[in-house]
């Protein structure tokens, strides 16, 4: 049976959990929270969750999981077989990544944990913001998937990036990320009654306490 490695609060170790909840797939969860302890980085190579365990070892980073899942699971297909189809939802996942996802994990801290980020990381935070999602409003089709007809490994990244991404440009910069992009803001909406969705909120309401506590640990 395959692993997942990695503790419940992570969004990425989140998008793992979906694209194996989608696919039907069994797995087992074990908590992890990684770090640079000689045990965890002999499992995730950066200290990084989430990792997925297989019969061969260990498989990490987020995208380089969903491919082998892709590849080797049952279930429906979360990236089209067409090679131009496929670029174009690998595309989106990268661009949600790196042009949302990271620009709004660099105001975590002040959105959710209370703390204090320095201006200059703020403005470059919200300029990036903004500019990523025009970029996913060019790019997205968002009828209804943010790549066309079903769901894909670009929807895995979407609801788990763009929900925290609105949350910081809520909290942060008073804004409506998706003020003018009415099919992004329906699509949220609807992927986040999916109902593997909503365990993995629930999930990750009821680790909350233990990832704070181990949070706290570190300071």
């Given at each position: 049976?395959?692993?997942?490695?990695?503790?419940?609060v992570?969004?990425?170790?989140?998008?793992v959990?979906?694209?194996?909840?989608?696919k039907?797939?069994p797995?087992?969860?074990v908590?992890?929270?990684?770090?640079?302890s000689p045990?965890?980085?002999?499992i995730?190579?950066?200290?990084?969750?989430?990792?997925?365990?297989?019969?061969?070892?260990y498989?990490?980073?987020?995208?380089?999981i969903l491919?082998y899942?892709e590849?080797?699971?049952p279930?429906?297909?979360?990236?089209?077989?067409?090679?131009f189809?496929?670029?174009?939802?690998?595309?989106?996942?990268?661009?949600?990544?790196?042009?949302?996802e990271?620009?709004?994990?660099?105001c975590y801290a002040?959105?959710?944990?209370?703390?204090?980020?320095?201006?200059?990381?703020?403005e470059?935070?919200?300029?990036?913001?903004?500019?990523?999602?025009a970029?996913?409003?060019?790019?997205?089709?968002f009828?209804?998937y943010?790549?066309?007809?079903?769901?894909?490994?670009?929807?895995?990244?979407?609801?788990?990036?763009?929900?925290?991404?609105c949350?910081?440009?809520?909290?942060?910069f008073?804004?409506d990320l998706?003020?003018?992009?009415?099919?992004?803001?329906a699509?949220?909406?609807?992927?986040?009654?999916?109902?593997?969705v909503?365990?993995?909120?629930?999930?990750?309401?009821?680790?909350?306490?233990?990832?704070?506590?181990?949070?706290s640990?570190?300071?």
């Amino acid at each position: 049976m395959l692993k997942l490695y990695g503790f419940s609060v992570s969004n990425y170790y989140n998008m793992v959990k979906l694209a194996l909840l989608e696919k039907g797939v069994p797995f087992e969860e074990v908590p992890f929270f990684a770090g640079q302890s000689p045990e965890a980085l002999a499992i995730s190579p950066r200290g990084k969750v989430p990792v997925l365990g297989v019969e061969q070892g260990y498989v990490n980073e987020t995208s380089v999981i969903l491919e082998y899942i892709e590849q080797t699971q049952p279930g429906p297909k979360l990236l089209p077989v067409d090679p131009f189809e496929r670029a174009q939802v690998l595309a989106l996942a990268k661009e949600i990544e790196l042009y949302i996802e990271l620009p709004a994990r660099a105001c975590y801290a002040e959105a959710f944990f209370g703390m204090t980020v320095p201006e200059a990381i703020k403005e470059k935070a919200r300029t990036e913001l903004l500019e990523g999602m025009a970029s996913l409003g060019r790019h997205g089709k968002f009828a209804p998937y943010v790549a066309g007809e079903t769901l894909s490994v670009a929807d895995i990244y979407f609801v788990f990036s763009v929900n925290l991404a609105c949350a910081v440009g809520h909290k942060v910069f008073g804004l409506d990320l998706l003020a003018e992009m009415p099919g992004a803001r329906a699509l949220l909406e609807r992927l986040e009654q999916n109902p593997h969705v909503q365990k993995i909120a629930a999930d990750k309401e009821a680790a909350m306490p233990q990832f704070l506590a181990w949070i706290s640990s570190k300071k």
